[in-house]
């Protein structure tokens, strides 16, 4: 059963979605402003440290845990329908998967739909 502070969440994003389609903004400032309302809505935990770096082309960021021992590793790919969302967008729940798996977590900012069609999105994925 999802946790009270669960399901606030929920409603609170998805209150915010709704406001955000409202508005019918163009799609690059829809991006824009989502991945500054992630930086405010979603803090980074503690005990993760971050490295911008480029893997096969692409802008990403490594998270990793600062106080344990490297476990394996985690690649992340961002929700979004492959139109929206960004490493900014997710980089606290990335961070928070990273401290949970105890693992090295790379998060990558793959071509987004609709300048880049399908299969751009896969094929970077399947590239890094």
Not at 30 to 35: E, M, P, S, T
Not at 65 to 72: D, E, I, K, S
Request: aromatic share 6%.
């Amino acid at each position: 059963m999802p946790s009270i502070r669960s399901r606030i969440t929920y409603h609170l994003v998805r209150r915010k979605l709704a406001r955000l389609r409202a508005l019918k903004l163009p799609l690059p400032e829809a991006r824009a402003l989502g991945d500054r309302n992630s930086a405010r809505l979603f803090k980074m935990p503690a005990g993760v440290s971050t490295e911008a770096t480029t893997i096969a082309g692409l802008h990403g960021e490594w998270l990793r845990p600062t106080a344990r021992p490297a476990r394996g590793l985690l690649l992340y790919l961002h929700g979004g329908a492959y139109v929206q969302g960004s490493v900014k967008t997710t980089r606290a729940m990335a961070a928070r998967l990273a401290l949970a798996s105890v693992s090295p977590t790379f998060i990558v900012d793959y071509r987004l739909a609709p300048e880049h069609p399908f299969p751009a999105a896969l094929d970077d994925a399947v590239a890094v």
